[in-house]
């Protein structure tokens, strides 16, 4: 009749996610931050154009944060000290 009880407040948006598949996450997210960063964000040819944003990278950044987080908090590494009440 034990069943492990879930702590709700630990979890987090990837914590439904293995470590493997943590990890394997964090690096295409950071690969295709890199290819926004370094690629052209603007693209001619025969008389047409298209613009990229560029703009984007403030969500793919805070994914690879979250994910970090995620990781750390696995690792017994917390991103927030504990907060102490008197």
């Known amino acids: 009749m034990s069943q492990k009880r879930t702590d709700h ?3 987090g948006t990837y914590s439904h996610y293995s470590t493997d ?7 295409r997210l950071s690969a295709t931050l ?3 960063l370094t690629g052209p964000a603007s693209a001619a040819s ?3 154009s298209v613009q990229f944003h ?3 990278t403030t969500d793919l950044e805070r994914q690879i944060a979250a994910v970090n987080a995620e990781l750390d908090r696995r ?5 927030h000290r ?4 008197v």
């Open 82 to 85: 504990p907060i102490y009440l």
């Open 46 to 48: 025969n008389g047409r």
């Open 75 to 79: 690792n017994g590494r917390f991103t």
């Open 9 to 11: 407040r630990c979890m």
């Open 34 to 36: 890199e290819s926004r």
């Open 54 to 56: 560029q703009n984007s």
């Open 21 to 27: 598949q943590l990890t394997s996450l964090r690096s």
